[in-house]
């Protein structure tokens, strides 16, 4: 509910305070007093669009605060969470229009984004008058509003899933049509390259080892002598037998050296050892370099065709096993493409047949809802002294989307037998207005915690019909907050809580204020909307039985 609304150097408004109050709220005052001023005044703070200009003159900045009551479930918290807001029981709205067009918001003095500020307004405030164009007029929103009115979330809420899956399911299969598409025209190559590839079978590190085998093979018959001659001067005949002869001395001579040799003979029994495992080595090495040409002709074939595969594909010769897998997972892919491709289009078929069964449980339930929405606007209508005209939600089949396969569209027709066709372009004004009030009670039935702001929405009617029109509302209040901005007398004295704005000069400079009435004023406020300028005993009667009635 709106609690406050604080203007400050807005347009004509210095500085003005409103509190307003549970029920039906009644603004009422001459033409140009500056009625409007106010709505563009809570438009600003919400984030709509309206007038460009809004400070006051002489004033360097124009400012708005609202201030709003929320309901522990208030729809309003969940978007403060979203934003990363502060959330409490009270919610603060403070806007500041500067001179040179900058706006600055404020949510509980958190700074904040007007798209933050029309989310917000989503949740606290609907404004209808006869040129609304932001919901009941507009056309494109009328689904929204029959599936709000049919409560029906979880199902278009089920309709967009599937559709999000068959999406989902329709990508994948064109993915794997121009996949098996790209494949199909390199199946030859592939097959090809796979076969040349597996044949050679070629190892990640092979390139470097064959390599080094190759180059130990062309040098062996240059080493191989000195490394035999090594060999033989390493063992029995060489630095083994005499090293082993020492040993052998050295051990006879020990008792008589009385300890003096036992250094000396174990370092040369370490020595022994080494010199075994040296020898072990070059016997190894010996072997190694033994090879027929045979070998090296087969080494050398291999390491050319390796490298030759390499530079033919373009890669490292060590990347050759991997793009072995690589291809072959392409062939695989191409072989498998079809069992694939039947299994994708079975999912795809699946997913539609899923998103068939919601969009058709989507499209029955909101006929249900046309229909009990039409029986509803018929009951609205009468007492509103429009019960000889029709109302019809009219739903024709359209393109499948993710909120099914339906256009919504509201209709009227002011008499039986005459042609139906949109609101605003078959209603007269007075007409138009009444439509709008039925729709909007209709719509908001059960819905809690929002303020309803009607801009002169009973134009053009009078008498008998504006009582009505006034009744409705006064009904409308009892279940949330109403701000009715009027020049019918009948429907001013249906308020709970009455304002008049009027305009004033102070210092050569037009201001406009909002004063609110207690029970005299408003006998005289109501007089004056039936009279006019000047009020009169009778007027002043008239005026206290619309008031007492």
């Known amino acids: 509910m709106l609690r406050s609304l604080d203007i400050r150097d807005m347009l004509i408004i210095d500085r003005l305070e409103l509190a307003l109050q549970p029920g039906l709220n009644v603004l009422t005052g001459e033409t140009g007093a500056g009625k409007s ?4 005044s809570l438009g600003f703070v919400l984030g709509w669009r309206g007038r460009a200009e809004l400070v006051r003159d002489g004033a360097e900045q124009g400012e708005v605060t609202a201030e709003f009551d929320l309901t522990p479930d208030h729809p309003a918290r969940a978007v403060l969470v979203e934003a990363g807001l502060p959330v409490d029981d009270t919610l603060i709205l403070r806007r500041v229009n500067a001179r040179d067009g900058r706006k600055t918001a404020w949510v509980n003095d958190r700074r904040a984004s007007g798209e933050v500020l029309r989310a917000l307004s989503d949740t606290l405030v609907e404004l209808h008058g006869q040129n609304d164009d932001r919901g009941l007029l507009n056309a494109s929103g009328h689904r929204k509003l029959l599936d709000a009115f049919g409560d029906l979330d979880d199902l278009v809420a089920r309709c967009r899933a599937a559709w999000r899956d068959m999406q989902g399911a329709r990508n994948a299969l064109r993915e794997a049509e121009a996949a098996a598409a790209a494949l199909a025209e390199e199946e030859d190559f592939l097959r090809h390259a796979v076969g040349e590839l597996t044949e050679l079978s070629p190892e990640a590190g092979e390139d470097a080892s064959l390599d080094a085998r190759r180059r130990m093979m062309q040098g062996a018959e240059k080493i191989r002598e000195d490394v035999a001659r090594a060999h033989e001067a390493l063992g029995a005949g060489g630095a083994e037998g005499m090293m082993r002869d020492a040993s052998r001395w050295l051990d006879e001579a020990a008792e008589k050296a009385v300890g003096a040799l036992e250094g000396p003979m174990a370092a040369l029994e370490r020595a022994l050892v080494e010199l075994g495992e040296a020898e072990d080595g070059v016997a190894r090495a010996m072997e190694a370099l033994d090879f027929d040409a045979g070998e090296l002709e087969r080494v050398e074939e291999r390491l050319f065709a390796i ?16 793009l072995t897998e690589t291809l072959a997972a392409k062939l695989a892919a191409l072989d498998g493409g079809a069992e694939e491709l039947l299994s994708l ?16 449980a989507l499209g029955a339930a909101r006929a249900e809802a046309a229909e009990a929405l039409d029986a509803a606007m018929a009951k609205e209508l009468a007492p509103l002294k429009l019960e000889r005209a029709v109302f019809a939600t009219e739903i024709t089949e359209a393109d499948a989307g993710p909120d099914g396969r339906d256009t919504v569209a509201f209709t009227v027709a002011t008499n039986p037998g005459a042609p139906s066709g949109p609101l605003n372009k078959i209603a007269s004004g007075g007409e138009l207005s009444r439509f709008l009030l039925a729709l909007k009670v209709c719509l908001t039935s059960g819905v809690d915690g929002l303020t309803l702001i009607f801009d002169e929405i009973d134009r053009g009617v009078g008498g008998a019909t504006a009582d009505a029109v006034g009744r409705r509302l006064a009904e409308l209040s009892e279940a949330s907050q109403v701000l009715v901005v009027t020049h019918s007398p009948q429907v001013a004295a249906r308020g709970a809580h009455h304002w008049r704005v009027e305009k004033r000069v102070s210092d050569e400079a037009t201001l406009s204020t909002v004063v609110p009435l207690d029970d005299v004023e408003r006998v005289d406020e109501v007089a004056r909307m039936l009279s006019g300028d000047t009020i009169t005993d009778a007027a002043r009667v008239a005026a206290r039985t619309l008031l007492d009635a």
Do not use: C, S
């Open 307 to 322: 490298r030759a595969l390499a530079r033919k594909h373009g890669v490292l010769p060590d990347d050759l096993a991997a």
């Open 345 to 360: 289009k079975a999912e795809v078929e699946a997913a539609e047949g899923v998103y068939d069964a919601a969009a058709d």
């Open 37 to 40: 001023i106010l709505l563009d």
